[in-house]
T-cell receptor
Framework: QKEVEQNSGPLSVPEGAIASLNCTYS??????FFWYRQYSGKSPELIMS????GDKEDGRFTAQLNKASQYVSLLIRDSQPSDSATYLC??????????FGTGTSLTVIP | GAVVSQHPSRVICKSGTSVKIECRSL??????MFWYRQFPKQSLMLMAT?????????EQGVEKDKFLINHASLTLSTLTVTSAHPEDSSFYIC????????????FGNGTRLTVT
C-alpha cells in the first residue's frame, strides 16, 4: 500500500463549478497535510496546509481533513481555467517523513 | 517570495559533459534537501535525499556515480549530472524543508536540462 494515494484523473469540471480532489494516507499518526499545485513545466507550489480535523478555507480553496478516516480533500469553488493543473497531496507522517501522492490532473473547461 | 532558490533554470549541454545544479534555502537552514526528476506528463520521482555533512541517500535505480550530490553547508546542495546523455534530459527540481516540525516542503523553480 502506498503511503499517499490519489486518483490520477483526469478530472474535468466546467468553469464555475466546484472541483473536488481527494487523497488518502496510510500512516494514522500523520500530523500535517499539504496540497500543492503544479502547472505543466513548472515546479510544485504550496497552496494549502492543514493540521487539524475539519475544514480550512483560503479564498476559493477549502481543505478538509478527517483523521479518523485518513483522508484529505481539496475543494476549489468557482473553478477557473487557470486552475487547470496537477494537484499533489502531501503528508508528513508520524516519523517526520514526507510523502507525495502521484497527483490528480484537473482541467477546467471554459 | 521564494524560500528555495535553484539555478540555473535552463541548461543545454553536449553529451559527455557535466552539469551542476545548485539549490539554496534562503530563509532557513536545511539539514535535508531533496532532488526530484520529472519527465513530461509523469509524476515527480524522488532521486535522492541530500544530507548536510554526510552522504546522500539515493533511491533505488538512481546511479550515485552519475548523479553526484554535495550538501556542504546548511543552505546549499548541489546536483552534478556527470557524463550527460540525451536520456538525462529532464526537469530537475530540488526541495528543502524548514526543520521546524510540521513545516511544508518548499520547492525550487526547477532546472530544465537538455542534453544534445
Amino acid at each position: 500500500q502506498k503511503e499517499v494515494e490519489q486518483n490520477s484523473g483526469p478530472l474535468s469540471v466546467p468553469e464555475g463549478a466546484i472541483a473536488s480532489l481527494n487523497c488518502t494516507y496510510s500512516d494514522r499518526g500523520s500530523q500535517s497535510f499539504f496540497w500543492y499545485r503544479q502547472y505543466s513545466g513548472k515546479s510544485p507550489e504550496l497552496i494549502m496546509s492543514i493540521y487539524s480535523n475539519g475544514d480550512k478555507e483560503d479564498g476559493r480553496f477549502t481543505a478538509q481533513l478527517n483523521k479518523a478516516s485518513q483522508y484529505v480533500s481539496l475543494l476549489i469553488r468557482d473553478s477557473q481555467p487557470s486552475d487547470s493543473a496537477t494537484y499533489l497531496c502531501a503528508v508528513n507522517t508520524a516519523g517526520n517523513q514526507f510523502y507525495f501522492g502521484t497527483g490528480t490532473s484537473l482541467t477546467v473547461i471554459p | 517570495g521564494a524560500v528555495v532558490s535553484q539555478h540555473p533554470s535552463r541548461v543545454i549541454c553536449k553529451s559527455g559533459t557535466s552539469v551542476k545544479i545548485e539549490c539554496r534555502s534562503l530563509d532557513f537552514q536545511a539539514t535535508t534537501m531533496f532532488w526530484y526528476r520529472q519527465f513530461p506528463k509523469q509524476s515527480l520521482m524522488l532521486m535522492a535525499t541530500s544530507n548536510e555533512g554526510s552522504k546522500a541517500t539515493y533511491e533505488q535505480g538512481v546511479e550515485k556515480d552519475k548523479f553526484l550530490i554535495n550538501h556542504a553547508s546548511l543552505t546549499l546542495s548541489t546536483l552534478t549530472v556527470t557524463s550527460a546523455h540525451p536520456e538525462d534530459s529532464s526537469f530537475y527540481i530540488c526541495s528543502a524543508r524548514d526543520p521546524r516540525r510540521n513545516s511544508p516542503l518548499h520547492f525550487g523553480n526547477g532546472t530544465r536540462l537538455t542534453v544534445t
